[in-house]
């Protein structure tokens, strides 16, 4: 949200309940997330969270695709931490046999480039923010004719 320098504090995102739900009820059951360390200094946190449809984010598709959000503090940026903590979430939404994911990105936020590179695709558009999915392929790139089931024992990693 402070991709572009400082425009939001706690008091703020606290105070309002379309930013707010993404950290209250963190984590639910089906929440999960990571932080990134770079040399013991937290450098970056990454987290996914199920809204339901009545309470939905800026990048919510549907009550059953977990919506990430991404920060990588200054002065981390642009030392593939970002890049680190993306992968962590996609692999983890794997891991939890999870089909999509999606975020928001607001115009202009160089993180775009990011998501763009692992496969988002734009499906919505909410204000100045276009809402990104991400199809995860299953279950791997080395099963091509098992695309599309939600899960399957494979041994190619």
Request: proline share 6%.
């Amino acid at each position: 949200m402070n991709w572009s320098g400082p425009r939001f504090g706690f008091a703020d995102i606290d105070a309002s309940p379309e930013l707010s739900h993404y950290f209250t009820s963190f984590p639910g059951d089906s929440d999960f997330g990571f932080a990134a360390l770079v040399e013991g200094v937290e450098a970056g946190v990454g987290w996914a969270v199920l809204l339901p449809a009545d309470d939905p984010g800026y990048g919510f598709v549907d009550a059953e695709t977990p919506e990430l959000s991404l920060t990588t503090f200054e002065p981390f940026r642009g030392r593939g931490v970002g890049t680190a903590l993306l992968a962590a979430l996609i692999d983890a939404a794997r891991q939890l046999q999870l089909t999509r994911v999606s975020l928001s990105v607001e115009d202009a936020n160089s993180a775009r480039r990011l998501y763009e590179r692992a496969g988002f695709e734009v499906v919505g558009r909410n204000g100045n923010s276009d809402t990104l999915l991400l199809t995860l392929d299953w279950p791997c790139q080395l099963c091509p004719g098992e695309r599309g089931v939600a899960f399957h024992a494979c041994t190619h990693g």
